[in-house]
Nanobody, 115 residues
């Protein structure tokens, strides 16, 4: 079993920054990939950013140049640095880890961008 815990989020101002963290813990697992998703009210969950074990990253077009996904392998932690926030970034953000034991999701954290 792998446990996933998210932190960060909250209220951000347009043009401001927020940082999300997501840590995986448990016994004897390998991480193959880490992802951040988001789901806005009334919309489907969308993949925002991905980080593969080799270090490659991908982003949805709407966040390119503003968001950065990064990882700390020693801590089994993935981060999402969100800069130049826009009101349309408001959503519940979820992380997940693709591991040798399966796919595990965080509980979600609310990000609200408003002045």
């Amino acid at each position: 079993q792998v446990q996933v815990a998210e932190s960060g989020g909250g209220l951000g101002q347009p043009g401001g920054s927020l940082r999300l963290s997501c840590a995986a813990s448990g016994r004897s697992f390998s991480i193959y990939g880490m992802n951040w998703y988001r789901q806005a009210p009334g919309k489907q969950r969308e993949l925002v950013a991905s980080l593969r074990s080799g270090g490659s990253t991908t982003y949805v077009d709407s966040v390119k140049g503003r968001f950065t996904i990064s990882g700390d392998n020693a801590k089994n932690t993935v981060y999402l640095q969100m800069n130049s926030l826009k009101p349309e970034d408001t959503a519940v953000y979820y992380c997940n880890f693709g591991t040798s034991r399966g796919l595990y999701w965080g509980q979600g954290t609310q990000v609200t961008v408003s002045s």
